[in-house]
């Protein structure tokens, strides 16, 4: 169970509210896709529930997360410009777990995402992967992992029809917690269950000066756990 309580979000530089006394619970077969329009906090959301230390700097943060024995899996909606640098070799070895790997359990990994055996072992860059091997790639990582938890940002963005197929089975199939943000309608409708609506409101003056910015959290549910209230 993944569970956050009366969770608080505030930018600290403009005191810009993006959740108020936001609660959510989680459970295994949850599939739960965040939506809404661009700068509405839909990432800085998903990092804090991650780590929340990646949003510390420019986020008041008050709230708690709850999460048991999960193990929580994070693919960012662009890849950390020291990971472009390293070799497709280095991406994995860097991970202790992976020389825990038995070739068998590797294969069987490379074989769920169509690659090669001797793909963990490239010298290719993974700046120079395309769309969808950057992501096919990062989620491997996560499947070497072992984690419960799959915390997906925009996973459909400059991705292959096949790439797009693979992610829908990906998350279908995965027996435990999916949360993901998402723009592409069909990828919701085709394995979402729950849908977290974040929209923010903007009132001006005649003036044209602005007068005051609220953020809402809708809630539509399509299974159990998500309560929200309006800013």
Known sequence: MLQIKKLNLT?????RIILNDFNLVLNDGDKAVIIGEEGNGKSTLMKWIYNPSLVENYIEADGERIMGHERLGYLPQEMLDEDKEKTIYEYFSEEEIFWEKTPKE????????????????SNQTMGSLSGGEKVKTQLMRLFI???SVLLLDEPSNDIDIATLTLLEKIINDWKHIVLFISHDETLIERTANMVIHIEQWRFIISGGTLMTIITTVKSIMVGDGISGNFC
């Open 11 to 15: 930018h600290k530089k403009d005191l």
């Open 145 to 147: 992992r072992d984690v």
């Open 106 to 121: 590797l294969s069987v990994i490379a074989g769920k995402f169509g690659m090669k055996n001797d793909f963990f072992y």
